[in-house]
């Protein structure tokens, strides 16, 4: 699980503040507990009855989509709305690339429309940070899903949701179960949760969907349900993603949820108040009982509700940072010439 | 033609307010005629220069079609943003069921997204009822067409264009013509006509594209259009719904236009002052003829700028009682708690 | 190359206003040097934080597009976003095409549904020009590019671009590189040269790929790039249009690039410094050799910036001239009646 993109200093400013927001891994934990606290004020305003505020009024952001992703594109696109931005929904491999454009192209051409903001899905690793180091300072690109790489915003939902469910991370046993192989979203919970502090991450898979020397990240492995779960205080189930999986890595969908989908016979191991999460959408009976994913210890659509508010508040952060920094470069040139 | 979901109390609050416009079936007059009044401040709002309100200003609309149709889209899409809502569109068909979620998982997502209102388009007659049940009191639901059962934002169009021309209700007769068994849109207009107390109500169709039992409903049925049209004060001709019809009902379009087709001729059995209307688009050549489409009797294009409006009504409307109940639903967990 | 849609009056109101704009043909001087002036003083807004204005609030802009074009949409888009508009995207041919209705109807449809501009995009020479004469003076029509007829604000943008750079068009020698033949662009920045006054026009194509007696637009014909790019101060590629091409009329590609592909060896020929300029998208090695593209002396990306700034010049003119129109209409039918 070696990773060529790892401290990533590109999405600071020299200052610290967010400027772009790839990945988890390598912020500080003080940025990440501001995102938490920024994120909490907008799940606020999301209660209220006029859910707008003007941060990215006569701004632009471009959903930049180059995998489909209709529930992932919708939240960007009302986080966007709701800071009051003028959004442009573009999917890529559908337009330019027809004409034969080259990306950098495209990026050049997006760039000069004076576009403040890039929120980018890609199938390959390591193409958000590409983007960002071809638009910087001008953009700032924010990674929805970047092949087996990040998926930092879902990390930091599921951030929001567990510290708004148990309070401090240092005392929190947490276990992410499935096909950690092919998660880009497994990668930037672990990220997030040790430097959260949270006192033991545990892993549960099946060998064949785990990557080699994971336990470098610092988590213990497990491949049986009984031992993993053991007293765990938080439950993140993965999806199991059935498009990305090589036919030979498990036998069939009926025996993996036999072994490792989430039951209330499984859930009975974990802490009698430990929390069930789940990135969405769900294949029930396939990594979840519905007894589970509906009952009273699933926090699923809290996830969904908190997704809204970490957008916004990474969206909002970002542009402040990018602004702040394309100042700075502004004052810099003008200090050279 | 017996109807499953007949009298939709879930339409309304308990205090009577429209929470959800899913049938024109059994909504009192008092209603119906609400809807008028407030679509026809709308109607001279969108002759001003600035044509925009902020009703649902801070407001998520989704339109939520199931079943593409770009105009009738277009209509509640424009409608929304005169009203200030931010809107998101989602073609169902092409996103989350491709990957295995539920509706009901679909739809539990949306509202934890902290959506106002569904706009619904579906094949399935009840959907937007069945909808309706699972978001009550968060979401307000708009039925913008469900299977062969309602289309009660096009009946309603069609009242408010009769009623600007023709002013009262009481001494009209209407003739409704074409293929009524398969119209969602006849239903939702008998319903309508019966409630604002049309003084006659009168199908005319071939015998089989008929439902059964049709006259329970409080209409006269006609097979010939000499008959049928006879002095009649707005004659309705419906889209003959080529996609949903079955081979062997229909001999030939160019038949059907000999026999039921809208020329100047049969046009002539009506009352000289008649008014000629269809939900469009049109089949020029099917069930109209271009001279009549044309003519100084069609107020077909005043139904489409009446369709802005009347949806701008039921949409402000509904959001409002949506959220009178949910207040109310809020203060009564609270006397329970 | 006798063009039937010549001197188009319908664009301009009888006070002389912008109403559509469908053609640089014909337009006078003085018109299209206040769209150069209005766009630079949008060039500068948007380097501004707020890149906003409530030009056209509560403005209703269908951009009906029968025939794809992402970037074209996208920059439209942006362009009413940033102007405040309502915008609707419409691509006609998966639509209501495909329920029969005619393009008329549509048209009707739209209009009745109280939208205040169209912006064009066809594969018919003339579509714009008919649309409008169909809508006027309800709906404000822009052309975004008819068949091999025109593209204004494609060349109104290059016009911008050059005053930008260049000052004064006077002394100005210019040369158009490309397939001449199926270029709308080509003719949209012919008109506009000559009517701003270029010393000279150059056009260099083989000659399968001239149109006929183009030497009566006041244009000089060359073949060969040494000859034609001898001292001058713009070289403007246009794109090979692979989709249009008949198969006939190029040996290939490469053999294209070696005779008229803009090297730094050709560009040797032109002035010092003289600029060079792409409407994009770019195809690296086909037309353009990247270092040319990417080279101090290309100015494709400031085209794209001025795109927006034209753009947003060109609607807010004419809304203007439209609304002023229209109310001269009122006033006229007011006397009348």
């Known amino acids: 699980m070696s990773d060529p993109i790892n401290t990533c200093p590109i999405q600071l400013t020299d200052a610290g503040q967010l400027r772009h927001f ?5 912020l500080p934990r003080t940025l990440l507990t501001e995102i938490l606290d920024t994120a909490d004020s907008f799940v606020d305003m999301s209660e209220q009855q006029v859910k707008k505020v003007p941060l990215l009024r006569g701004k632009t952001v471009v959903n930049l989509f180059f995998e489909a992703s209709t529930r992932t594109l919708s939240t960007f696109e009302l986080a966007a709305k709701r800071l009051s931005a003028d959004v442009l929904n573009l999917n890529i491999s559908t337009s330019s690339t027809k004409k034969g454009e080259t990306l950098k192209d495209t990026l050049m051409t997006l760039r000069a ?10 199938s390959d690793s390591g193409a958000a940070h590409f ?18 790489h990040a998926h930092p915003t879902q990390a930091m939902l599921d951030m929001l949701t567990i510290r708004r469910h148990k309070g401090e991370f240092e005392p929190l046993k947490v276990a992410i179960v499935g096909d950690i192989l092919h ?6 919970q672990i990220h997030a949760l040790r430097t959260l502090g949270a006192a033991e991450i545990r892993v549960i898979a099946p060998l064949t969907l785990l990557p080699r020397n994971i336990e470098s ?6 491949t049986d349900m009984a031992r993993g779960l053991r007293d765990v ?3 993140m189930m993965l999806r199991l993603q059935k498009e990305r999986m090589e036919s030979a890595l498990l036998p069939s969908e009926s025996e993996f949820y036999k072994l490792y989908g989430l039951t209330n016979d499984k859930l009975a191991f974990a802490h009698p108040e430990a929390i069930v999460m789940h990135p969405g ?3 029930r009976g396939v990594e979840i009982e519905s007894a589970v994913a509906d009952g009273p210890r699933s926090v699923i659509l809290d996830q969904v509700t908190n997704g809204i508010a970490v957008r916004m508040a990474v969206m909002s952060m970002a542009m402040s940072g990018q602004l702040a920094d394309k100042n700075t470069s502004a004052d810099a040139d003008n200090l050279n010439a």
Chains 1, 2, 3 share one sequence.
Do not use: C, W, Y
Not at 113 to 122: A, E, I, K, L, T
Not at 137 to 146: K, M, S
Not at 217 to 222: A, E, Q, R, W
């Open 22 to 26: 790839l990945t988890t891994e390598g």
């Open 113 to 122: 429309m004076h576009s403040d903001m890039f929120v980018v899905r890609h």
């Open 233 to 235: 205080d938080v439950v």
């Open 217 to 222: 990240l610092g988590v213990k492995v497990f």
């Open 131 to 148: 983007i960002a180091s071809q638009v910087t300072p001008d953009v700032a690109v924010i990674n929805a899903g970047d092949g087996r």
């Open 183 to 188: 998660s880009r979203v497994a990668r930037s």
């Open 281 to 283: 959408p769900i294949n």
